[in-house]
């Protein structure tokens, strides 16, 4: 075991965010990813009460970059249509330059965790969503230039197309281009547009 490093709570998210990524929360005991920190696996619980808060605590620090690149993405002086293409392309552009981010957020959105964490953003108790992308749709509705539908109808018609051309360039199998990228940005764009 080489020296451990200075911040053993970031060496645990970080082997949790390799082996979540690469065998899913299931197959990913935390004895397995206190080896790959190069720590014992009571350490982990001196930073993390039980797997499902590490989970979430690894969903936070992979969360925040993406929602800040998102952000930095969003210019409120261009049109909505130029906004959400400009949004998607990025967020595509993201998650194919950070893969294992990309694996974990799939599989949290696509657990309990997230589909929790998914439906408390779209019904914030006072109606306003707490999330970029949602209020780009209501904005979009608001000026006619997005369709009038459910809050979390939009994710769908958009995330499923991101998610599955970013698996695809991830796989190796095709090489995606900014041509492609665009495309589906727009074609994305072309399902929800009014």
């Known amino acids: 075991m080489?020296?451990?490093?200075?911040?053993?709570?970031a060496a645990i998210l970080e082997a949790a965010l390799d082996l979540f990524a690469e065998n899913g929360f299931h197959s990913s005991p935390m004895?397995?990813?206190?080896?790959l920190a190069g720590v014992g696996v009571g350490s982990i619980y001196r930073y993390f009460s039980?797997?499902?808060?590490?989970?979430?605590?690894?969903?936070?620090?992979v969360d925040t970059p993406?929602?800040?690149?998102?952000?930095?993405?969003?210019?409120?002086?261009l049109?909505?249509?130029?906004?959400?293409?400009?949004f998607v392309t990025k967020l595509i552009e993201y998650l194919r330059s950070h893969p294992k981010e990309f694996r974990f957020i799939e599989q949290y959105y696509n657990s309990p965790y997230g589909i929790d964490k998914a439906h408390a953003e779209i019904t914030q108790a006072d109606g306003n969503p707490s999330d970029?992308?949602?209020?780009?749709?209501?904005?979009?509705?608001?000026?006619?230039?997005?369709?009038k539908m459910p809050l979390p109808v939009y994710p769908v018609m958009t995330f499923g197309p991101v998610g599955f051309l970013v698996r695809y360039s991830l796989s190796g199998?095709?090489?995606?281009?900014?041509?492609?990228?665009?495309?589906t940005a727009e074609a994305c764009w072309n399902a929800i547009k009014a």
Request: aromatic fraction near 6%; charged fraction near 30%; charge should be positive.
């Open 2 to 9: 080489s020296a451990l490093p200075k911040n053993l709570r």
């Open 132 to 147: 970029l992308f949602s209020q780009l749709f209501l904005k979009g509705q608001n000026e006619g230039t997005i369709r």
């Open 50 to 61: 039980d797997k499902d808060d590490l989970i979430h605590a690894l969903f936070q620090r």
């Open 31 to 35: 004895s397995r990813i206190a080896t």
């Open 79 to 86: 049109p909505t249509h130029r906004q959400f293409v400009r």
């Open 173 to 183: 199998r095709a090489r995606v281009d900014d041509a492609m990228i665009q495309a």
């Open 66 to 77: 993406l929602k800040c690149a998102m952000e930095e993405s969003l210019d409120p002086e």
